[in-house]
């Protein structure tokens, strides 16, 4: 399999991972608007109702089928540790949308992740 990581093969990448990230912002903001429910019925009711869990679900849908698109023309292991960069984009959501507090350790052990994803990419144009 070829493992050139083109400029449009990482575009697409990157919107596989963002989608995601955004999807877990929706799961959130869905699961939040559900709290007051006091049973599971209630409860499996108001997820099933939320807009924002419906919205996120979809657009994990749609970033999975990015994703196939993906790993038919990449190696898993060049592919899968760009996965990492979600874990970035979800931190700075974290950040931005729920002002989740980014301490050191969190930002130094989101730059390794970057790093090894930056070291990946580099090492798939060279096979």
């Known amino acids: ?14 919107t596989s991972v963002g989608m995601s990230a955004l999807a877990q912002m ?14 599971l019925p209630e409860t499996m009711l108001a997820y099933a109702s939320s807009p924002y869990l419906i919205a996120g679900f979809a657009l994990y849908g749609l970033g999975a089928v990015l994703w196939l698109f993906v790993l038919a023309r990449l190696p898993l292991s060049v592919a899968y540790p760009f996965v990492g960069l ?32 930056v070291l990946v990419a580099q090492s798939a144009g060279g096979s």
């Open 1 to 14: 399999m070829n493992a050139t990581l083109s400029p449009a093969l990482l575009l697409l990448i990157l």
């Open 26 to 39: 929706l799961l959130k903001l869905g699961v939040q608007g559900a709290r007051a429910a006091r049973t």
């Open 86 to 117: 979600g874990f970035i984009f979800t931190m700075l959501i974290g950040a931005m949308a729920f002002h989740e507090h980014l301490t050191p350790a969190r930002i130094a052990g989101t730059l390794l992740i970057a790093l090894g994803c």
